[in-house]
């Protein structure tokens, strides 16, 4: 798919890459707060009061935290690594398919934090609740939307071509 902007190919991928890092920037500062908050909690009086389900969902989301902030960094790691070595298309397709990851461990990682706190806060079956809940909401703005937004443009790109 084309668009109507005056640019060249390397115009192109230096805004693309701009775009992602914008992207990663905004998903940084939520993965940072989240993060930061899971990792307190293991600090806190109320965490031995924990039953064995929520410490491993703990565990598990801590562990999801630090693959994301991870995940997150890599784009620019291989920006840093191959900088200058011509393959900046392959960086930003890299990249693009990486910052994926990172959004759905980010809708993980919410979902299971709201999980663990309703989980302690209003018992089992509000958590689970929830978690559907949220999985289906976050599912129908992450995944659903843009895929029909996506098959929309495609099917103008098709009428227009």
Known sequence: ?????DESHDERLDR???????????????LQLLSGFLLTLAFTDIFTGLDRVQKGLYLGLVVVAALAVGANMT???????VFGEHVKERVVQVGHV????????????????ATLIFSVVAGWTAAVVVAGCLLVA???????????????????T????
């Open 1 to 5: 798919m084309t668009d109507d902007r």
């Open 16 to 30: 693309n890459w701009d775009e992602l890092l914008q992207e990663l920037r905004i998903t940084q500062t939520g």
């Open 75 to 81: 784009p620019v790691m291989l920006h840093r690594r």
């Open 98 to 113: 990486v910052s994926q990851v990172v959004i759905a461990a980010v809708a993980v990682l919410f979902t299971g934090t």
């Open 138 to 156: 976050l599912g129908v703005m992450l995944g659903l939307l843009p895929r029909r937004l996506e098959q929309t443009a495609r099917r103008r």
């Open 158 to 161: 098709d009428q227009e071509g």
